[in-house]
């Protein structure tokens, strides 16, 4: 007797990586060239996923330029899409070399609360060999998350525009 295989569906992990110089030219680079990279992999601009990540990307590039940057040394950005079903997201991961400055939530800026406010979720690693990696995840699914702190979801055009005049 042969037993029935259960077929699984691939999982498609796409990933976008550039250094970026620690300017705020580098800043507003890194955010163009996330927003064209989402439109290849089929994430549209103006969407409320692009829109949602755009922000997160832009919010975390500037900390990286003001508060984490080292004189001759760049920042660097990872997307990744992972396409598994039934829970799409995107990973932002924005690192720094500067190793003795974390953000915290509790003193933040305005900056912090907005990936705080769309994100599902997000934390800071150590980046070996030296500095740190702001990571976020946002989940394209509609599914809300649980948990204090942010929205969860993809908040609509509206709701982030809500969310960026509070802050």
């Known amino acids: 007797m042969t037993s029935p295989q259960t077929r699984e569906e691939p999982v498609t992990v796409r990933v976008f990586t550039q250094r970026f110089s620690s300017t705020p030219r580098g800043a507003r680079l890194a955010r163009r060239l996330v927003l064209h990279q989402l439109d290849r992999w089929g994430i549209p601009h103006g969407s409320a996923a692009s829109d949602a990540t755009a922000q997160i990307v832009a919010e975390l590039a500037a900390n990286a330029v003001t508060h984490g940057r080292v004189p001759g040394r ?68 509609p599914r809300r998350r649980e948990g204090a702190g942010g929205s969860g979801g993809v908040p609509s055009g509206d709701q982030l525009s809500g969310i960026i005049r509070r802050t």
């Open 74 to 141: 760049d920042f660097e950005v990872v997307v990744s899409y992972t396409s598994a079903t039934p829970d799409p997201y995107l990973r932002i991961d924005v690192s720094d070399t500067r190793t003795e400055r974390h953000p915290r939530l509790t003193d933040a800026g305005r900056g912090l609360r907005i990936v705080d406010a769309l994100a599902t979720r997000w934390e800071i690693l150590a980046r070996v060999p030296v500095g740190k990696t702001v990571r976020a995840e946002v989940e394209l699914s």
